[in-house]
């Protein structure tokens, strides 16, 4: 069975082509895999069934959903608000009637009648103020024939959507066989946080809480490394911050491997996960995150939780002293967080879910339709009608085991 | 209580799984239970027939017989357990291992097309939602349970089975190697004809029927092995009882086999088995040295250890005692017990 792979890869910068790059070889072990370029011109390739990966990166993303329209296939929900992508797909492109469109086909009147209040300046755009009340996932649901998501939170999330078909379970995969050398960073406690810093990051909340943090321990330091999203306020470090920019993957994990714990905070969350969260996992470090969305789905044994409220400062920062005072927890969290990776996490096990999923997608409907027509055969056979009780028994039993219609 | 043995059946083959269920069930009513066995005809090809002769079982209404209800079920291998019933139990011999770890080998069932790779997966989805409605899941090995984990991630309590009651005895260590099971490529005879033809002095007894005995007696005869192997095909248990008491040792090195009785039933007849390293199952109870020999799969491993066992007989005997000790500790008794708390 072949499938055909739609996804950026590196040298993108995307969080998504990591996690490709990550998966891909482990899932070729599998099943049959031909990788998709971008290009208009290029021909799809062919194969039994079409994987698309979609986050919110428009120049990553937006030619894969244009595949998708054109040939539907499994959707990789890794963001539940798309609606970044959405608007750079139409707006951004100069298709204003597009993004009234795909507001009014996701929410209706009201949608569309706050596209036009977008796109008069009266509001500000929803896709940074308000993406998970209008999160548009309902755009690309519609071509999916199955979606893959990693967390309960984008399950339900893509029910809420109206999405009806069948919806695979797939964590996160971690990175196997991690023997980083840790950078050399000063820091006694050295607490790092990585990715690329938007809004959602809480930058200032992270600064505010470890002021508090390096009155108590003047020797702490925070390593705050990634880009910062065009836009986003980028906040001048107070004392004990180093700053770094987007570094190379070598860097990013040495620099990680040197932390005693990883921050991860996120708020608002368009539902999904963290690949910074999954290399700490991964090189069991003890995480502190927000409690939102699939960080709130984390086992209370790796990662701290902390609320958005108006107490996220002072939580953030009693949390980050009590992880600092305390070496046992921090090991007890690493250990955990390194058995979380290597069974839940495996990437052998998730490159099996994704084949599981990918093969009952590609050919499930087809093996369902003739066990249905065998067994209405047989029925009609001996003189049972579509509506007699019997039949519908018939159908009841064949549905509790995955075989109804 | 009533109680119902569920087994499927393959019309016109008879072997180890067939043996375990009907003996289950004299063995209930001994102890004074109200037992049948509970067979539905399995045919798993072509295409989707595995999956519509599953739904067989589905339909199948065992919460009561003739007014009378059937207070426990206990299934053996798929597609039996996909029976429903308010106390379900499965004593699990094997799961459909065409869609598991035969799949992909030359043993598999399922090609690399997409409807066959779906339908392999239904098996499976098959399998999580049926063996989940389980009271109790007993599984007769490790290895049995280890697959079943590993596929569903349902943990099964390991309880082998004892072996059929024969009159079990030792007589002599004679001079052939007994073989004993159904005749079909997974049971991996031919390596022992291959071991023969490497030893000239061995000789060796291969009971059973299937659907490979052709081609294995065409293999003895293009080796020459002429009057050194006989195929009696299906014995009577007073000659499989016989045959036991007066072998050197039993050949039993199926590949990744399930369980398989044959080194219980050797044991109880005081003799060593002769396995190698893949076999899976047997080797929870046959340790090299200790019970009997664990060789490579190759034919002249295999005749090294039979010709070592003629050699030193005494040590041969040593063995088959050994075995015969862990076998006796096997009784219907206990097992029963143990399902009847389900």
Redesign the interface.
């Known amino acids: ?1 072949r499938v055909a792979y739609y996804s950026p890869l590196p040298p993108s910068p995307s969080g998504i082509a990591a996690y490709s790059a990550l998966l891909l070889p482990a899932l070729r072990r599998h099943v ?1 895999v031909v990788v998709a370029r971008p290009g208009r011109l290029r021909r799809a390739p062919k194969a ?2 079409s994987l698309y990966h979609v986050g919110n990166d428009p120049e990553a993303h937006g030619w894969i959903v244009a595949s998708l329209r054109r040939r539907p296939g499994v959707v990789v929900l890794h963001e539940l608000a798309i609606h970044h992508l959405v608007a750079g797909i139409t707006l951004a492109r100069g298709d204003a009637a597009g993004y009234l469109d795909a507001m009014e086909r996701c929410h209706g009147l009201v949608g569309r009648l706050l596209a036009y209040a977008v796109l008069d300046n009266r509001i500000p755009p929803l896709w940074e103020t308000r993406p998970h009340d209008f999160p548009l996932a309902g755009e690309v649901l519609r071509y999916a024939t199955g979606v893959v998501v990693h967390s309960r939170y984008a399950e339900e999330g893509a029910r809420q959507a109206g999405y009806d078909g069948p919806i695979w379970h797939v964590p996160h995969p971690a990175w196997p066989d991690l023997e980083e050398e840790p950078a050399s960073v000063d820091g006694s406690p050295l607490i790092g946080c990585f990715g690329h810093l938007n809004e959602a990051k809480r930058l200032p909340q992270l600064y505010a809480a470890f002021k508090r943090v390096r009155a108590r321990w003047p020797k702490a330091r925070l390593l705050v490394v990634g880009r910062a999203s065009p836009g986003a306020a980028d906040p001048p470090p107070p004392p004990g911050v180093a700053r770094e920019g987007y570094v190379e993957e070598g860097r990013l994990w040495s620099l990680m491997a040197a932390c005693d714990v990883v921050v991860s905070l996120r708020a608002p969350t368009m539902g999904e996960t963290s690949g910074t969260v999954m290399r700490a996992l991964s090189l069991g470090k003890p995480l502190v995150v927000s409690d939102v969305g699939w960080f709130s789905e984390l086992p209370d044994e790796v990662a701290v939780k902390v609320p958005v409220d108006e107490h996220e400062v002072e939580a953030l920062a009693l949390t980050l002293d009590q992880l600092a005072a305390d070496g046992r927890r921090r090991e007890a969290m690493a250990a955990a967080a390194r058995r979380l990776a290597e069974t839940e996490h495996d990437l052998e096990r998730v490159a099996q879910l994704y084949a ?1 999923a990918l ?2 997608a ?3 409907r ?2 369902r339709e ?2 249905a027509s ?2 209405a055969q047989a029925a009609a056979e001996i003189g049972l009608r579509p509506h007699d009780p019997e039949t519908r ?2 159908g009841e ?2 549905r ?4 109804g219609g | 209580m009533r109680i119902a043995v569920l087994l499927p059946q393959v019309p016109f083959a008879r072997g180890g799984a067939e043996i375990f269920a009907e003996t289950l069930v004299t063995q209930l009513r001994a102890q004074g239970h109200e037992a049948d066995l509970v067979t539905i005809p399995f045919k798993w090809y072509p ?3 595995v ?2 002769q ?2 067989l079982w ?2 199948a209404d065992l919460t009561e017989a003739d007014g009378r209800p059937i207070e426990l079920v206990v299934a053996t291998k798929f597609p039996s357990y ?1 029976v ?1 019933h308010p106390r379900k139990v499965v004593w699990l011999l094997h799961q459909f291992r065409q869609a598991y770890e035969l799949d992909r080998t030359p043993l598999g069932q399922f090609s ?11 098996v ?3 399998d999580r ?2 063996l989940s409605e389980a009271r109790r899941l007993f599984a007769t090995s490790r290895n049995v349970a280890a697959r079943l984990e590993r596929s569903t991630g349902l943990q099964a309590e390991v309880m082998p089975h004892p072996p059929q009651p024969l009159d079990y005895r030792c007589e002599e260590f004679g001079d052939f190697v007994l073989s004993v099971g159904r005749l079909d490529r997974a049971k991996r005879v031919d390596l022992l004809l291959e071991a023969l033809a490497a030893a000239p002095e061995l000789r060796a007894v291969v009971c059973g029927e299937g659907p490979d005995r052709k081609r294995l007696e065409e293999l003895a005869r293009r080796r020459g092995l002429g009057g050194r192997v006989a195929f009696p095909g299906r014995v009577g248990e007073e000659e499989l009882a016989s045959l036991y008491a007066r072998c050197l040792a039993v050949y039993y090195a199926p590949f990744d086999e399930d369980f398989g009785m044959v080194p219980y039933e050797a044991f109880l007849s005081g003799k060593p088995v002769v396995t190698t390293q893949d076999a899976g199952g047997p080797l929870e109870v046959v340790a090299h040295r200790r019970t009997g020999l664990v060789c490579e799969p190759r034919p002249e491993a295999l005749a090294r250890a039979c010709a070592w066992l003629r050699e030193h007989v005494e040590e041969a005997r040593a063995l088959g005692q050994a075995g015969q000790k862990i076998a006796q500790g096997l009784t219907w008794e206990r097992a029963i017990e143990r399902l009847l708390e389900s």
């Open positions: 069975m049959d039994d069934i599981a093969e009952e590609a050919g499930g087809l093996v003739a066990v065998e067994l028994e018939l039993r064949a509790e085991v995955g075989l | 295409g989707e027939r999956l519509t599953a739904l589905r339909l996909c429903r690399e097309s997409a409807r066959d790779r779906a339908l392999r997966r239904q499976q989805r098959l939602t049926c």
